[in-house]
């Protein structure tokens, strides 16, 4: 698999970030508070909401602690 992807893959992934940030945001959450409640590190959160890469299962917790379906994250 190619170092580079296709620019919609990272316009996607920057659309996902934005989401977790505005709902983390509308939930009242910091980052901190949000990677506690799913198990993960602040880092990953972090990563999650500039549009990195992220795991499925992180995607899943996060989606799950703030209280939406990770269709609506992925949408």
Same mark, same amino acid.
């Given at each position: 698999?190619?170092? +580079?992807?296709?620019?919609?893959? /990272?316009? =996607?992934? !920057? #659309?996902?970030? @934005? %989401? ?6 509308? +939930?009242?959450?910091?980052?901190? /508070?949000? =990677?506690? !409640? #799913?198990?993960? @590190? %602040?880092?990953?959160?972090q990563r999650m909401e500039a549009g990195h890469e992220m795991k499925?299962?992180?995607?899943? #917790? ?14």
């Amino acid at each position: 698999m190619p170092d +580079e992807q296709p620019q919609w893959i /990272t316009d =996607a992934r !920057k #659309a996902v970030g @934005d %989401r977790i940030r505005v709902r983390r945001l509308h +939930e009242n959450m910091t980052q901190e /508070t949000l =990677a506690s !409640k #799913a198990g993960v @590190d %602040r880092s990953t959160i972090q990563r999650m909401e500039a549009g990195h890469e992220m795991k499925l299962s992180h995607l899943l #917790a996060v989606a799950h602690e703030l209280r939406v379906h990770v269709t609506d994250l992925l949408h």
